[in-house]
């Protein structure tokens, strides 16, 4: 019945849907159709009135047209602005009394839509030079109502309609709805007195008839089958008593082997996992005397290598030896494998049997343990009764043996995987850190020279600054200097970042180095960082001094320790987050040697009250990329720490705990400045005559500092802007017979570079002196310091310019035995 009703609902519902929507559209196109048509004729009525821009005569015939359309309530009138080519309101109309909404300021495209209940239209009209466009809105009231009317009559008529379904559905429903019940009825006392013998009463010949003549076949093979069911399950019943009697027997086993097995899964090591088998075997088999022992193949001998709680004390009184030979045993068979039962020990005449004997065990049973087809152990267990193991015990026991050699074996390859794991994880991480330092290196190099080129203007004219102008306040010099100094340290930052973790060249020079001193002027230099921008966050950090004056000089590069006291300062600042205090202080120590003579250092020590470091930070803040910091830390501030102390020969050490701060310890070996540290230098008081020099160099700001540098001087310089100018300038004052006495050429160029000018000049004239000034580090591969006679390193320093320049005109002489200042 609640079918056929909601079938019949259904379809009326679909075709009231059908109608509703048909009505709907036809009435909608049927207003938009009288819409235009009124459009039109407001279009033609007003064209004069927007011809000649009569606003109170397109408004009055608006009021005109539309006060007897109930179902307009709102109108305008657009003119065209032929100096804007747009659409601007000229007159418009509202209903009184009717809410309408405000017409757009410009129009619309032509068409209809609905919104927000209302008709709106957009006409565009064209009367001879005239052309406007018309917006009218009309309410739905009339379509609305004539819905609600149709709506109304469809809703009685489905009413009528489902009821007079009801009563038609009720007379006929009995026709299927008996015959189901009766089987219904049938199927459910078959079901509660399992009495297959019932059957069902067939009333007719259609579907109904062929469901219960189906019904009836089913309840006759259920009958033969339950018989035979029955009589199959009285002979499962016997056959599960047998094996059931079976199973009792073999689950304790089982249950036992379970137990092991979990034991053995937590051990990893070999003893440990031979003394939970024979403590459990000895607990739960049960057995009288239980023991393991391992064999030596080459000796033939048995060492005992575990024995079970309840043996021990037994082995104890009888004075069983730990270590007896194979001859005096029955388990020589054991050796190829085979297990050895001894249902009567005191019928064997070896030694180890007989004292079994005499101590009151009569069967014995030895099992061997193999791995890899060769025993290295056995299994011995004892019983005082004769021949009391069991045929299925002995099976059990042989393997349970097999069992336990595997996770033997199975311990032994752990530790053995565990101790490669480790190993490859070492190699993975010098590994990786290799890489990383290497990408590091990569991406320095990338940077360098564009850094370098752009600090030379600020070193170089600070040091011309500084060296010329005599009218500067001491704080300006000092500024200045600190200006330099920062310069300077940038660059060597820059090189470091490509070289930190290669050892130190032993080209560069080294310099006597105070730490009190560098230390005092860092914290100096360094105080916005420590105090003013701390303390303008509200975060108060207090610097102490403890400077040791005799602390005694040492040899070292000095922009590299103040590199590395830059970045020890910044971390402790970094983990004061609530404020707190910094110590720096130096001192000397004496630690002895691995050949147990005596060094001394000198100790840089930054110590802080901040968050402190756990054990694992510990292990991997000197790796390169490692920080705690998130986004704020790059991870290179101690790696290059690490990489400064590595190169001046020192080490470093760490002491920190969570929440107690940490302390950062740099260990400086004190030695004296050998000749070979240093670099050539000649002395000044042999000064440089004029020089004819050509500079070659793409960056502007560095022609025009090392012009200035070099002029000062008393040179006649030359510059030029690139490779292939320069080569240019080298041949027209070879052409002159004024040849240049030293070609100063950058390295990176474009179209021609450095070592493309060296091979160039060199060519022409091999007694010419070539310094090459580079940004990417001071020192160039076996084939570029072949092409070059000096490199200097970007950014320029005047006194290393000055030194060069005598190095290189004095190499000349020697070599051509001619004199350049007689030339000049």
């Not at 709907?24 to 927007?50: K, M, P, Y």
């Not at 100096?83 to 909404?101: L, N, P, V, W």
């Not at 393997?399 to 336990?404: K, M």
Request: proline share 4%.
């Amino acid at each position: 019945m609640a079918i056929m009703l909601a079938s019949t609902a259904t379809a009326l519902l679909l075709v009231a849907a059908a109608v509703l929507t048909y009505e709907f559209f036809s009435f909608r196109d049927a207003t938009v159709h009288d819409l235009l048509a009124q459009a039109e004729v407001i279009g033609t009525e007003n064209a004069a009135a927007l011809a000649y821009h009569y606003r109170s005569a397109a408004v009055e015939n608006l009021t005109s047209s539309l006060s007897s359309k109930p179902n307009i309530i709102a109108a305008c009138l657009y003119n065209r602005d032929p100096a804007r080519s747009t659409y601007d309101i000229f007159a418009s109309y509202y209903a009184a009394g009717r809410d309408h909404s405000n017409p757009p300021l410009h129009p619309e495209p032509e068409g209809s839509s609905i919104s927000n209940g209302r008709l709106v239209l957009w006409h565009y009209f064209k009367f001879d030079r005239t052309s406007g466009v018309v917006y009218l809105e009309s309410d739905l009231t009339a379509l609305y109502a004539r819905l609600w009317q149709y709506g109304s009559f469809i809703g009685l008529f489905t009413l009528a309609a489902l009821l007079a379904t009801f009563l038609l559905a009720l007379r006929l429903q009995r026709i299927i709805s008996r015959p189901i019940t009766h089987l219904a009825e049938t199927a459910n006392v078959v079901s509660t007195q399992k009495n297959y013998a019932i059957r069902a009463v067939k009333e007719s010949e259609d579907e109904l008839g062929n469901l219960i003549d189906g019904f009836n076949q089913m309840l006759s093979q259920i009958q033969e089958r339950d018989a035979a069911l029955h009589s199959a399950n009285e002979e499962l019943e016997k056959r599960v008593r047998e094996r059931t009697r079976d199973l009792e027997q073999q689950f304790g086993r089982i249950s036992l082997l379970n137990q092991i097995a979990y034991a053995v899964a937590a051990r990893q090591d070999f003893e440990s996992i031979v003394s939970v088998v024979v403590q459990q075997v000895e607990d739960h088999l049960p057995v009288d005397y239980g023991s393991a022992y391992l064999f030596d193949a080459e000796s033939k001998t048995f060492s005992v290598l575990v024995r079970g709680p309840k043996s021990r004390p037994i082995a104890a009184a009888l004075k069983i030896p730990d270590t007896f030979p194979l001859d005096a045993t029955v388990f020589r068979p054991c050796i190829n494998g085979e297990m050895v039962y001894v249902p009567e020990v005191g019928a064997q005449d070896r030694p180890m049997a007989k004292k079994s004997a005499e101590a009151g065990f009569h069967s014995l049973l030895g099992v061997p343990l193999i791995i890899e087809g060769k025993m290295f152990g056995i299994l011995v267990l004892m019983r005082r009764e004769k021949d009391a193991f069991s045929r299925a015990e002995r099976d059990f026991i042989r393997g349970l043996s097999a069992h336990t050699a595997m996770a033997i074996h199975q311990a032994q390859l752990y530790q053995d995987l565990q101790k490669a794991y480790n190993d490859l994880r070492q190699s993975q991480q010098t590994l990786m850190q290799q890489e990383r330092l290497k990408a590091l290196g990569q991406m320095a190099s990338g940077v360098a020279h564009d850094i370098n080129n752009a600090l030379s203007p600020v070193v170089g004219f600070a040091e011309l600054i500084a060296q010329t102008e005599t009218n500067l306040s001491e704080s300006g010099k000092r500024h200045l200097n600190y200006i330099k100094t920062a310069g300077e340290d940038i660059a060597h930052i820059v090189k470091r970042l490509r070289e930190f973790y290669r050892p130190r060249n032993e080209r560069e020079s080294l310099q006597p180095l105070k730490l009190d001193v560098i230390a005092g002027q860092m914290i100096d230099m360094m105080q916005p960082r420590w105090r003013d921008i701390p303390q303008a966050a509200g975060i108060h950090i207090q610097m102490h001094k403890e400077f040791d004056p005799n602390v005694p000089e040492f040899a070292g590069i000095e922009s590299e320790v103040r590199e590395a006291l830059t970045n020890l300062i910044l971390n402790a600042v970094d983990a004061l987050p609530q404020g707190g205090g910094i110590t720096v202080r130096t001192f000397a120590v004496e630690r002895p040697l691995k050949n147990g003579e005596i060094s001394k250092h000198a100790v840089l020590e930054v110590s802080d009250t901040g968050v402190g470091m756990d054990e694992q930070t510990q292990k991997r803040c000197l790796e390169p990329f490692f920080s705690t910091k998130g986004r704020r830390g790059t991870g290179l501030g101690l790696a290059m720490v690490y990489g400064v102390i590595e190169r001046q020969g020192g080490k470093i050490e760490i002491e920190s705990k969570p929440g107690k701060g940490a302390t950062m310890r740099l260990l400086f070996p004190v030695r004296k400045l050998d000749v070979s540290d240093t670099t050539e230098i000649i002395e000044n008081g042999h000064p440089l005559k004029p020089l004819r020099i050509l500079c070659i160099d793409d960056e502007p700001a560095l022609r025009v500092l090392m012009q200035e540098m070099l002029e000062r001087d008393g040179h006649k310089i030359e510059m030029a802007d690139g490779g292939q100018a320069g080569i240019n300038a080298f041949r027209a004052a070879l052409v002159r017979k004024a040849p240049f006495d030293v070609v100063i050429t950058d390295l990176g160029m474009p179209l021609m570079d450095g070592h493309a000018v060296a091979r160039t000049v060199k060519g022409e004239s091999q007694a010419t002196p070539i310094i090459m000034l580079t940004g990417w580090g001071a020192f160039l591969d076996n084939d570029g310091e072949a092409e070059v006679d000096a490199v200097l390193s970007k950014p320029p320093r005047l006194q290393e310019i000055r030194a060069t320049l005598r190095r290189v005109t004095h190499k000349w002489e020697k070599q051509t035995g001619d004199n350049v200042q007689k030339r000049a």
